[in-house]
Nanobody, 115 residues
Framework: QVQLVELGGGLVQPGGSLRLSCVAS????????VGWFRQAPGKEREFVAS???????QYEDSLKGRFTISRDGAKKTVYLQMNGLKPEDTAVYYC?????????WGQGTPVTVSS
């Protein structure tokens, strides 16, 4: 059974940085892609960023330049570096992976941006 475990959430002040980690229970290259979504209170879950098996990255347009997705295959981990955090980035961040038509989700890690 595929497991995705998110680490690294927490409380950060506006303008600060956080790095989230998504640790997979298997080789991340077994997936077509691994990425991040987020869900703010009272809002729909939205796409943040992804990286496919070939290394191509995609970002939600408004987050380009502040968020960076990367991976370490040896550690079976995908990272999300978040800089210049804003209060509107407050959300639960979920790791997502897909393999053909199958989708896998982590349990989420909360990020709160507040002074």
């Amino acid at each position: 059974q595929v497991q995705l475990v998110e680490l690294g959430g927490g409380l950060v002040q506006p303008g600060g940085s956080l790095r989230l980690s998504c640790v997979a229970s298997e080789n991340i290259f077994n997936f077509n892609g691994v990425g991040w979504f987020r869900q703010a209170p009272g809002k729909e879950r939205e796409f943040v960023a992804s990286i496919n098996v070939g290394g191509r990255t995609q970002y939600e347009d408004s987050l380009k330049g502040r968020f960076t997705i990367s991976r370490d295959g040896a550690k079976k981990t995908v990272y999300l570096q978040m800089n210049g955090l804003k209060p509107e980035d407050t959300a639960v961040y979920y790791c997502h992976a897909n393999r053909l038509t199958r989708h896998f989700w982590g349990q989420g890690t909360p990020v709160t941006v507040s002074s």
